[in-house]
Each structure stands twice: as structure tokens, then as C-alpha cells.
């Protein structure tokens, strides 16, 4: 069983910054692919970053590339997003995800586990 729990969500004025973590529970946190997603009032839950198990690669939507950068410490059992230059479009709240088995990382189905989700509000 793995337990996620994201904090960090809050309001923030365009072209500011936050710094979302989730923390895990489980011993073989190293092991996990981890995700963010996110989902805004009235549309689907949408793929924003993923890293790789060694923190090697990272994969982001085309709409974060460049303003957003995911991380993770695999001793703190921790996954970070940087998010710099916000938008107010970027207003969702934010959930992170592990992928403890499979390959795909873009997906909702890729995942095994969520958080509860952190809202994050940008003003115009």
C-alpha cells in the first residue's frame, strides 16, 4: 500500500511561483515512477510531469515545458513541482501519482496510487 499526500497548493498572483511536494509512504518509493496531474472545475484530469524511478528522465505536457520542473529525493520520499511564471489557466488542483508497475507515465490509467489533491489558485 502507498500512501501519497501533496502539499504547497495556494493562491498566487500570474508570473509567480509555488513549490508542490508529495510526500510517500512505502519502502520502495525509489522504485515508482511518479506523476503530477491536475484538474480544473468542468474538465478532465490532465498529465503535467513525470520522472523516472532514478530521477533520470522527465517528461513534461507541452503546456508546463519550460515553467515547470519536476523532481524527487528518493530519501525523503518526496516529488516536487516547481512551478515558475504561472497562469491563470494553470489554476487546478493538483495531484500526484504512482506508477509502481507499468511503463506509460502520460496516462490517469498508468497509475496505481493518488493524493488527495492541492489547489492551486493563479490570479490575473
Known amino acids: 500500500q502507498v500512501q501519497l499526500v501533496e502539499s504547497g497548493g495556494g493562491l498566487v498572483q500570474a508570473g509567480g511561483s509555488l513549490r508542490l511536494s508529495c510526500a510517500a509512504s512505502?519502502?520502495?518509493?525509489?522504485?515508482?515512477?511518479m506523476g503530477w496531474f491536475r484538474q480544473a472545475p468542468g474538465k478532465e484530469r490532465e498529465f503535467v510531469a513525470a520522472?523516472?524511478?532514478?530521477?533520470?528522465?522527465?517528461y513534461y505536457a507541452d503546456s508546463v515545458k519550460g515553467r515547470f520542473t519536476i523532481s524527487r529525493d528518493n530519501a525523503k520520499k518526496t516529488v516536487y513541482l516547481q512551478m515558475n511564471s504561472l497562469k491563470p489557466e494553470d489554476t487546478a488542483v493538483y495531484y500526484c501519482?504512482?506508477?509502481?508497475?507499468?511503463?506509460?507515465?502520460?496516462?490517469?490509467?498508468?497509475?496505481?496510487?493518488w493524493g488527495q489533491g492541492t489547489q492551486v489558485t493563479v490570479s490575473s
Open positions: 501519482a504512482a506508477n509502481l508497475y507499468g511503463s506509460g507515465r502520460e496516462t490517469s490509467s498508468d497509475y496505481d496510487y
Open positions: 512505502g519502502r520502495t518509493f525509489s522504485w515508482y515512477t
Open positions: 520522472i523516472s524511478w532514478s530521477g533520470g528522465s522527465t
